[in-house]
């Protein structure tokens, strides 16, 4: 029995350093991991300017990489149309990287640079 309970302790102890190492290191999380592939609506290259009210494949590359690299507490449907849950969420994510022009709702080059790559305390890894 004490072999037993030794050795769950040893096993379970390992999975929560693992799991700490990869927070700590910023090592992709399995939504980080996801977002390479779901994200995929542009060309990363591809950085158009987005305003609310616009539509397309941009639109649903900016509410799917909220959903996959931010923290943003909402889930955004991914259906290409900015509205304003969309506008929250890019609100969010310029509020919280400090992105030249502030929180503007515009999707320019300062946001589109933090949507792929957030601070560390803005991403979803930090929440």
Known sequence: MRTFVHRSALTGGTAVLAVGAALLTGAPTAHAAAAETNCNYIDDAARPTVNPGSTG???????????????????????GSYGARTLAGVHWVQTCNETVGGADGIVGPSTWSRLYAPKDACAISAF
């Open 57 to 79: 494949n941009a639109v649903s590359q900016v509410q799917c990489l909220i959903n996959f690299y931010s923290g943003y507490p909402n889930w955004l449907e991914g259906d």
